[in-house]
């Protein structure tokens, strides 16, 4: 039997503690085969009940330590949902499952309108962040069956390609290398308060709205999720992609919501170094990757730095304002491997600032998806304030890439005792640990998988 390890006997009393990381894993992969259906993983049973864009890819990075052909399949079942340009819908919509069972389902989006939706699956029509290249590379590198994984790795890469390409074609629309997103709901973090300054400009206009039912209040207490007001705002934006039968020539040109982001454009450029490395492997051009992503790092530092707030900043496309908020997306740069330390260093030093530390009371969790001492943070809300395990994963990942193992211990260890704390919920509170949104939630449980097992807990 394994042995029960008690980290709390040794850490500081401030910091996250948990205890045998043996029974999270085994729960952490039990959570990841209840969420399997036939060909890929929802995010959760309830709320989401199809497949979800950057999900598979966290999801597939924590199964490729443990099981690498789900690994590859998640990923190849979701680019079975990939448009003719290349373009990666944020949602692949099961054909069994019923349309009433998440809003807006495939009624709503009529993915057929555009002319290079896969006629054999229904998907919504926008994107999520593209991290699916750096999930294959990783699974390549997780598995125990070479060939099988090169094979895949030859398979995926001309998708991948095409994947990034319609970013780089499509999305760059202010021709200075970064990608701009069309709606909230392509950043994954739907109501950040990043957003705000753009959303609450935003007039819409009398009778533009159907009327809809939200399903996510169903299975989640209103008080924890996006308000009705922000749900007016997301479905009017996706409707006016719509009506354009998703030309994104012609949205770009009208789109009251344009923005270039920190948190999709450090992923974008993660996964375009490992696109780099991938055509390594398969033959591809190397070089060529390893310029788009020169492009995007001097993008990132000249469009998306403030020196003066010492934080990425996200900026409206349309009008240059940069966001005054402090999110998460400010730390996600730290992704890029090229990042100059003197910016790291400010990052750390904003991540351990009271903005995103809560003071140092016996029970706290870091990082909040909000500024702590913000005047609008709310520790249950869903993008606004609370912990969530896949941009801690992010941000862990990046410290240790630039050698901050110090304050990536942190980090992690905060997701490893929220769990153990609280089960495998969706987000959670970083003043108490107290769990909300979906529980069973399979990137939570993908991820800390990553976590314990890329730097196993001493002994
Ligand atoms: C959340 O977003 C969906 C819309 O895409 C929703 O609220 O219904 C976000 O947390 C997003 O990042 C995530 O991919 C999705 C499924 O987990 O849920």
């Known amino acids: 039997m394994a042995e029960t390890i008690d980290h709390r006997a040794s850490a500081c009393p401030c910091r996250p503690t948990f205890t045998d990381p043996d029974r999270l894993l085994a729960t952490a992969r039990a959570v990841l085969d209840r969420n399997w259906l036939r060909l890929s993983t929802v995010p959760s049973r309830s709320l989401y009940p199809h497949q979800w864009n950057w999900d598979s890819a966290f999801i597939a990075i924590g199964r490729s330590w443990h099981?690498?052909?789900?690994a590859q399949q998640e990923l190849e079942a979701l680019f079975e949902g990939q448009w003719s340009n290349g373009m990666l819908p944020h949602i692949v919509f099961d054909p069994d499952t019923p349309d009433d069972a998440y809003f807006p389902g495939p009624r709503f989006w009529q993915s057929e309108?555009?002319?290079?939706?896969?006629?054999?699956?229904?998907?919504?029509?926008?994107?999520?962040?593209?991290?699916?290249?750096?999930?294959?590379?990783?699974?390549?590198?997780?598995?125990?069956?070479?060939?099988?994984?090169?094979?895949?790795?030859?398979?995926?890469?001309?998708?991948?390609?095409?994947?990034?390409?319609?970013?780089?074609?499509?999305?760059?629309?202010?021709?200075n290398g970064l990608v701009a997103i069309v709606h909230p709901w392509e950043s994954g973090l739907d109501n950040s308060p990043a957003f705000d300054h753009v959303l609450d400009a935003l007039v819409i206009p009398d009778g533009a709205l159907p009327s809809y039912e939200r399903r996510d209040l169903v299975h989640a207490d209103p008080t924890h999720r996006p308000t009705d007001d922000a749900y007016d705002r997301f479905v009017y934006l996706a409707l006016a992609y719509r009506e354009v039968d998703y030309d994104d020539a012609v949205l770009i040109d009208r789109s009251p919501f344009l923005l270039e982001g920190p948190l999709f454009n450090a992923i974008y450029l993660w996964s375009i170094?490992?696109?780099?490395?991938?055509?390594?492997?398969?033959?591809?051009?190397?070089?060529?990757?390893?310029?788009?992503?020169?492009?995007?790092?001097?993008?990132?530092?000249?469009?998306?730095?403030?020196?003066?707030?010492?934080?990425?900043?996200?900026?409206?496309?349309?009008?240059?304002?940069?966001?005054?908020?402090?999110?998460?997306?400010?730390?996600?740069?730290?992704?890029?491997?090229?990042?100059?330390?003197?910016?790291?260093?400010?990052l750390v030093g904003l991540l351990e600032s009271p903005c995103f530390h809560p003071a140092h009371t016996e029970e706290h969790y870091i990082i909040s998806s909000f500024d702590l001492d913000a005047d609008t943070f709310d520790p249950q809300r869903y993008w606004r304030g609370p912990v969530w395990l896949n941009t801690n994963w992010l941000v862990w990942r990046g410290l240790r890439q630039h050698g901050r193992h110090d304050v990536a211990a942190e980090v992690g260890d905060s997701m490893a005792a929220l769990v153990d704390r609280s089960g495998f919920r969706e987000y959670f509170s970083p003043l108490d640990g107290a769990g909300f949104g979906s529980d069973d939630f399979s990137w939570s449980a993908a991820l800390l998988i990553d976590r314990l097992l890329r730097d196993p807990p001493a002994v």
């Open 273 to 346: 170094h490992a696109l780099a490395e991938i055509a390594g492997i398969v033959g591809g051009d190397r070089r060529s990757h390893r310029a788009a992503a020169r492009r995007v790092h001097d993008a990132l530092l000249d469009e998306l730095w403030s020196d003066e707030a010492g934080r990425f900043v996200a900026r409206d496309a349309r009008t240059g304002d940069h966001d005054p908020s402090a999110t998460i997306i400010s730390f996600m740069p730290l992704l890029d491997p090229e990042l100059p330390p003197d910016i790291v260093e400010r």
């Open 67 to 70: 099981e690498q052909s789900r």
């Open 113 to 175: 309108r555009a002319a290079g939706c896969p006629p054999q699956r229904a998907t919504s029509g926008i994107t999520q962040p593209p991290l699916h290249a750096r999930a294959a590379l990783e699974i390549y590198q997780q598995a125990s069956h070479e060939p099988e994984a090169r094979a895949f790795l030859e398979r995926m890469y001309p998708k991948l390609v095409a994947q990034l390409e319609y970013l780089a074609g499509c999305r760059d629309v202010t021709g």
